[in-house]
């Protein structure tokens, strides 16, 4: 269980460090090409004046190279097309970055749509940040998840908690920062075998 006091995470230190662990595994495996991240944000932010800048600073915060992604972008064709193809579109992400209302201090609310797409990357084991006004981008894992049924004929809806005392130090961003930074490119030398070099398999 999460704990209920603000301090630098809600997450207990085994679940952070297995964090930890699961983000230092995706950065050995990354291999040249690009990064992309899905931006989660509602309709009414992503037509807001402001967005334009907001978006610049988002792509600030994340590591150079990563191509950042909104629902505009990535479905096109709107609602029908987001239905159909998000599971397929989901599977080749390499995080997420969420918007929620801010209810208070530090506590931000997800709509129905904004919690699935979370819990679908989470499942994938990508990192999902969640964009906090006071805080900058921070790992869902130090939030305290709290489910909202609004409706009982809605989906729930879903806040999230920002731990007062955490901050951009955090291992858990480090680590999920690092995840999310491009690999560079290959040598030309790594990429094919030297003319130089004597073919393993070649005749005396």
């Not at 390499?94 to 201090?105: H, K, P, S």
């Not at 819990?119 to 130090?142: E, F, K, N, Y």
């Not at 007062?164 to 790594?190: E, Y």
Request: glycine share 8%; proline share 11%.
């Amino acid at each position: 269980m999460p704990s209920s006091t603000p301090g630098e995470s809600y997450a207990p230190s085994s679940r952070r460090n297995g964090y930890v662990r699961a983000m230092q595994a995706i950065t050995a495996r990354r291999r040249p090409g690009p990064v992309q991240v899905y931006v989660s944000a509602s309709a009414r932010r992503l037509f807001a004046s402001d967005w334009p800048l907001t978006l610049r600073k988002t792509s600030a915060a994340l590591p150079a190279g990563v191509m950042l992604d909104t629902f505009p972008e990535a479905f096109p064709g709107g609602r029908y097309q987001y239905q159909h193809r998000w599971q397929g579109y989901a599977a080749d992400l390499d995080g997420l970055v969420v918007f929620g209302t801010r209810t208070a201090e530090h506590t931000y609310l997800l709509g129905p749509g904004a919690r699935q797409e979370l819990r679908t990357v989470i499942g994938m084991g990508r990192p999902v940040l969640l964009h906090a006004d006071s805080h900058g981008l921070v790992p869902v894992v130090d939030c305290r998840p709290e489910r909202h049924l609004t409706d009982p004929r809605a989906q729930p809806c879903l806040e999230l908690t920002v731990p007062a005392a955490w901050n951009t130090g955090a291992p858990t961003l480090q680590a999920a920062l690092q995840a999310l930074t491009p690999a560079p490119p290959l040598r030309s030398q790594d990429q094919w075998p030297s003319l130089h070099a004597p073919a393993s398999n070649a005749h005396p």
